[in-house]
């Protein structure tokens, strides 16, 4: 009977470990299970950290590790700025504000029953008279003004010698005479307001006294106006009696 020699087999081919079976012989960096005939003597002593993982799960500790890091940083990150920001807030609003402004309007013109003062020849002792009706058109109540400024061109003795006489409402209401000269430096004011859509009437009266001889006062012309001003009652100070007030 022949004898055989059986020579063991120096080394065995043993599993990789793979991404389904993670639980084979952990492998060498040329390839080599650990723990193989002929592999170099391995401890764990020497490297616990990589001691019981292979290459495949060492990756996937490392890519975990770098996870778990970038998230960390990301929450860090985000967590910071809500951080700064995290104020709470309320907001409400009313709406339906609306301002609108009033208006101060005032119309003056010749009376119905009246004319214009168009007087040629006037001598000493003569005078003239015309009406004015003066109404408030604005939404507002107002205070009354009135000047008599004269023309271009006016004679200053004509100017300075004829009285205008300025009446407000009845013959005994308020009133004011002055030379039209002396008109240039003022206005007469009205203590009551005019009511919106109200009107008053003016008298306006323009004479040459009988003491007025100067034969320089002949052949002399001087035109005139009435002015009318409206001033707003509402946050305007009452004016003190009916009175002159100087420019």
């Known amino acids: ?52 993982l292979g290459r495949h799960s060492r990756l996937r500790r490392n890519l975990a590790v770098m996870v778990i890091a970038g998230t960390g940083a990301l929450a860090l990150g985000f967590g910071g700025t809500a951080l700064m920001n995290a104020f709470f807030t309320a907001q409400a609003s009313v709406t339906g504000q609306q301002v609108t402004t009033g208006t101060v309007n005032v119309t003056a013109a010749t009376a119905a029953n009246s004319s214009p003062i168009q007087v040629t020849g006037l001598m000493p002792g003569d005078a003239a008279e015309t009406l004015i009706t003066v109404r408030n058109s604005g939404s507002e109540p107002v205070y009354l003004n009135f000047g008599i400024p004269v023309g271009e ?52 009266n323009a004479s040459l ?25 509402k946050n305007t100070p009452v004016p003190t009696g009916n009175t002159w007030v100087a420019n």
């Open 1 to 52: 009977m022949t004898s055989q020699s059986l020579t063991p087999p120096l080394s065995r081919s043993l599993p990789r470990p793979t991404e389904t079976d993670p639980t084979g012989p952990p492998m060498l960096a040329d390839g080599v299970a650990h723990g193989a005939p002929g592999a170099p003597d391995f401890s764990p002593a020497q490297n616990p950290a990589e001691a019981p």
């Open 153 to 204: 061109g006016a004679d200053a003795t004509l100017a300075g010698a004829l009285q205008a006489r300025l009446t407000v409402g009845p013959a005994d209401g308020p009133s004011t005479t002055r030379s039209l000269t002396d008109w240039q430096s003022g206005r007469f004011q009205l203590a009551a307001p005019l009511a919106p859509g109200a009107e008053t009437q003016v008298a306006v």
């Open 209 to 233: 006294p009988g003491t007025a001889t100067d034969t320089a006062l002949q052949a002399k012309s001087a035109a005139f106006a009435v002015n009318v001003t409206a001033t707003q009652v």
